[in-house]
């Protein structure tokens, strides 16, 4: 299958700290790829350089063809990478739905503007669409609540129906179930399931083992800034530097 990601001799250094070091990571169309490693590997700085938060010291990050360094956060979203934060990224005082149709004018656009949501109140088809996502994940009975009052796994499935009215070719999800009850974990790992069958390809950094072996068809392990292993989960499970790196030597 072809790639859509492809990530060569990334290296990124803060002052002495070298945050990548000759990172390579290549993310085939339709997968789901997750990227593992204990705190300080570099997973969150290589997602930043993937958005345009920051531009590597060195080396190529390339989406679909096209290069991404030294293109604009904005411009990144447009070409279709769209970005879950750890901590979800809503509009607290909006309702769910208003909170979901304002990503569909900003990617159409380019840019949130605050008058937004009077821009796009108007918009039916875009109101069909973000009721028909909604539909999806549960949440379309819930459209005129305000989002500030959602539990955060709801918040959650909130951001991610902002996510996919963008429509997204490849979607970076950072700890998506950080601080989440099991159940809503269960939750989530449902709904990032029932996305798969959208085709669409995800990244996702994740310390819940339990949500990676769920999802992931393939495994990058990093530690101290560089990729240290890669394969499906049956093979990182049993990896003796996978074990050594993340979890000093326990098992998987």
Not at 13 to 34: D, H, M, P, R
Not at 214 to 225: H, N, P, R, T, W
């Amino acid at each position: 299958m072809a790639s859509i990601l492809e990530i060569s001799g990334v290296n990124k250094a803060f002052g002495g700290l070298k945050a990548l070091n000759n990172v390579n990571l290549s993310v085939e169309q339709g997968t789901i790829q997750a990227i593992i490693g204990p705190n300080g590997a570099g997973k969150s700085t290589l997602l930043n350089c993937l958005v345009g938060k920051l531009i590597p010291d060195s080396g190529t990050v390339t989406f679909n063809g096209k290069s991404l360094l030294g293109t604009a956060p904005h411009e990144i979203n447009q070409l279709g990478v769209v970005r879950v934060f750890q901590t979800p990224e809503i509009f607290g005082d909006l309702s769910i739905l208003q909170n979901v149709m304002i990503p569909a004018f900003a990617k159409h656009d380019g840019a949130y503007r605050l008058n937004a949501w009077e821009l796009v109140s108007g918009r039916s088809d875009i109101r069909d669409e973000a009721e028909h996502i909604l539909k999806d994940i549960g949440l379309v009975e819930q459209r005129n609540v305000i989002a500030n009052s959602m539990s955060r796994g709801d918040k959650r499935r909130l951001e991610l129906a902002m996510c996919l009215i963008q429509h997204p070719k490849l979607l970076l999800l950072d700890e998506p179930t950080a601080g989440m009850s099991r159940a809503d974990t269960n939750n989530t790992i449902d709904l990032l399931q029932r996305i798969a069958e959208r085709g669409i390809t995800k990244i996702i950094i994740e310390h819940d083992m339990h949500v990676v072996f769920s999802l992931a068809k393939k495994i990058s392990v990093m530690a101290q800034g560089t990729v240290i292993a890669e394969g499906p989960p049956a093979v990182i499970k049993g990896d003796p530097r996978v074990q050594e790196a993340y979890l000093g030597g326990a098992h998987l």
